[in-house]
């Protein structure tokens, strides 16, 4: 298992790793540079995001272009980048039990391969240059509106 990024959670995750003997099979990568994200979502089973609340889902959409499903908690900025039981699994937050039994969907690998392929199908309607003529759409038919 990776944990990647930083957080104040760290210590006390890489001592419960420790605690639960299971420190050897962890590893906490801390911060991943741009360059690498890719490669280490893409060679990732599964993204997991268990976070109260993001602004904007974009480490899921980045797991997404991967072909990597996410885990997430049911959090502002993580729906509207995850469809439930298609491209991966919103759980509440806080809750292991939901939690455990959608890493435990996720590991199955028709069900990964299933939902990694429709995360990269959807990942797909993010891209800039979509999102760029959306926006300039807009702007014309607020132009033409008056």
Same mark, same amino acid.
């Given at each position: ?21 299971? &420190? ?60 439930? &039981? ?14 455990? &039994? ?45």
């Amino acid at each position: 298992m990776i944990v990647a990024g930083k957080g104040d959670a760290r210590k006390d995750l890489e001592e419960t790793a420790r605690r639960l003997g299971i &420190g050897d099979r962890v590893r906490f990568a801390g911060f991943v540079p741009e360059d690498e994200k890719a490669e280490l979502l893409a060679r990732s089973w599964v993204h997991v995001l268990t976070s109260p609340r993001e602004g904007w889902g974009i480490a899921s959409l980045e797991a997404s272009a991967c072909g990597t499903p996410s885990v997430v908690s049911d959090s502002p900025g993580l729906r509207e980048t995850v469809r439930h &039981g298609e491209t991966g699994v919103i759980v509440p937050h806080g809750d292991v039990e939901a939690l455990a &039994g959608a890493l435990a969907r996720v590991m199955d690998p028709s069900e990964r391969d299933r939902m990694g392929k429709a995360a990269r199908e959807m990942a797909v309607g993010f891209s800039w240059d979509r999102v760029a003529d959306a926006v300039e759409g807009y702007l014309e038919s607020l132009a033409r509106a008056g």
